[in-house]
DNA sequence: AGGTCATCCTGGAAGC
DNA sequence: TGCTTCCAGGATGACC
């Protein structure tokens, strides 16, 4: 769930309750978490040092700290951040605490999130090979086009491939093609011009509009996909029943009247 | 290279 | 009511 504008909003949140603060405590009921680093060299790096900024690239926030190096934080699919004084949340697997008395949990039911300190964000990025960030300064249409290029996959996997472009999940993917009334295993080569550009601006709408209302779908303009992503559906232009095909283990919603195949 | 599938994990919904 | 099964879904890696 946590895709490019959850992960934002959490960054804002994390912005707005850690920056400016010391940490004093680090908790880690589950080091499992950790990726790349062990609960000693962590605790060292974290404790005692403050929260100067907040970035995120996709799916990935950071935070970069006094000592050196940043945090990162992936949400995987439950992740969420909370911010609590008296009685803790629940699934808490990391757990910073702040000079202010507050306490900042990175909670994950699911545990499929992970933690880890990165020197650098753009090397940590590249090592990765993660695709740029759609929403920084710099990314439109061109860049969007150059990303596209080349690749001969369907649509759907395309675009979750955080390798092309970051921060797209199985959500906003369905949201943007059902927009641009594209089929969601509509083959990537071979797209006309004009179709690329309304593929870029459903992606860069849903992202704004989502954002706007800090991902609370149900607030919404009716005509998102978004708004009707369960198994009674219909779709918001045509009102028939929207279809679920399974792709690779992930479900996709699309309408059958108004997303055809095409080139 | 691209697509598919299994894996990680567990709460909550659905089914019986 | 209570137990069992299924589903969700990001990223990775094996395999065809």
């Known amino acids: 769930m946590p895709e490019l504008p959850e992960v934002e909003v959490r960054r804002r ?10 940490i004093t405590d680090v908790a880690l009921p589950d080091a499992t978490v950790l990726a790349d680093t062990v609960p000693e060299a962590f605790r060292d790096v974290l404790a005692g040092t403050t929260v100067r900024a907040t970035h995120r690239h996709g ?46 949990a990175f909670t994950d039911p699911r545990k499929f999130g992970a933690a880890g300190l990165a020197d650098d964000v753009d090397a940590f990025l590249a090592a990765r090979g993660w ?10 249409l061109a860049a969007f086009r150059a990303r596209l290029k ?8 395309v675009l979750l491939n955080q ?22 295993e509509t083959r990537c ?13 459903a992606m860069m709408t849903a992202f704004e ?25 219909q779709c918001p232009k045509c009102r028939g029943t929207l279809k679920i095909h399974k792709a690779a283990g992930r479900s996709t919603y ?10």
Not at 131 to 140: A, K, L, Q, S, V
Request: charged share 25%; aromatic share 12%; proline share 6%.
């Open 189 to 201: 080569a071979g797209l006309k011009p004009v179709t690329v550009r309304r593929l870029y601006e």
């Open 131 to 140: 695709g740029p960030d759609p929403t920084h300064p710099g990314f439109d």
């Open 59 to 104: 799916k990935w926030l950071f935070a970069r700290l006094d000592s050196a190096p940043w945090l990162w934080i992936h949400f995987g699919m439950t992740g969420s951040l909370r911010l609590y004084q008296g009685e803790a949340p629940r699934f808490i697997r990391l757990s910073l605490r702040f000079s202010d008395g507050n306490n900042l």
């Open 254 to 263: 699309y309408c059958p009247r108004h997303q055809r195949r095409r080139g």
């Open 163 to 184: 390798k092309v472009i970051a921060g797209i999940g199985n959500l906003y993917a369905d949201e943007m093609l059902f927009q641009a009334g594209l089929h969601p």
């Open 150 to 157: 080349g690749r001969t996959g369907n649509l759907k996997g």
């Open 13 to 22: 949140f994390m912005e707005r309750h850690a920056v400016g603060r010391r």
């Open 209 to 233: 509009a989502s954002l706007a209302v800090e991902t609370r779908y149900h607030e919404l303009p009716d005509s998102f996909l978004l708004r009707h992503r369960n198994h009674t559906s």
